[in-house]
């Protein structure tokens, strides 16, 4: 498994923007398709992003496309989740997720994933 560590989060006004870091070590990050997810108090947790290994192909929930652009750079084995135009409604924890095995029927299931990382809270000021 690889391990992965959230950046970014943080506080924000509505509308606001902010952009969520999610390092990953231990394996050869280009062999993992990458997801983003979150979790609201009380919630389970939802599919918000995924890219694919070879970072061109990309899919979003519906609540967040076109405000969230999920992106890769593997010289740094970093994902990242730009999140614009924020509403109080994405407040959660927000957590990547590495998929090594290639489980596209199951990408938007955290079932699609092996590894995750320890979350990064964002919060939506009204």
């Known amino acids: 498994q690889v391990q992965l560590a959230e950046s970014g989060g943080g506080l924000v006004q509505a509308g606001g923007s902010l952009r969520l870091s999610c390092t990953a070590s231990?394996?050869?990050?280009?062999?993992?398709?990458m997801g983003w997810f979150r979790q609201a108090p009380g919630k389970e947790r939802e599919f918000v992003a995924r890219i694919q290994w070879g970072g061109f192909v990309t899919y979003y929930s519906d609540s967040v496309k076109g405000r969230f652009t999920i992106s890769r750079d593997s010289a740094e084995n970093t994902a990242y989740l730009q999140m614009n135009s924020l509403k109080p409604e994405d407040t959660a924890v927000y957590y990547c997720?590495?998929?090594?095995?290639?489980?596209?029927?199951?990408?938007?299931?955290?079932?699609?994933?092996?590894?995750w990382g320890q979350g990064a809270q964002v919060t939506v000021s009204s």
């Open positions: 997720a590495a998929d090594s095995r290639g489980r596209f029927s199951l990408y938007r299931s955290i079932a699609g994933y092996d590894s």
């Open positions: 231990g394996r050869t990050f280009n062999n993992y398709h």
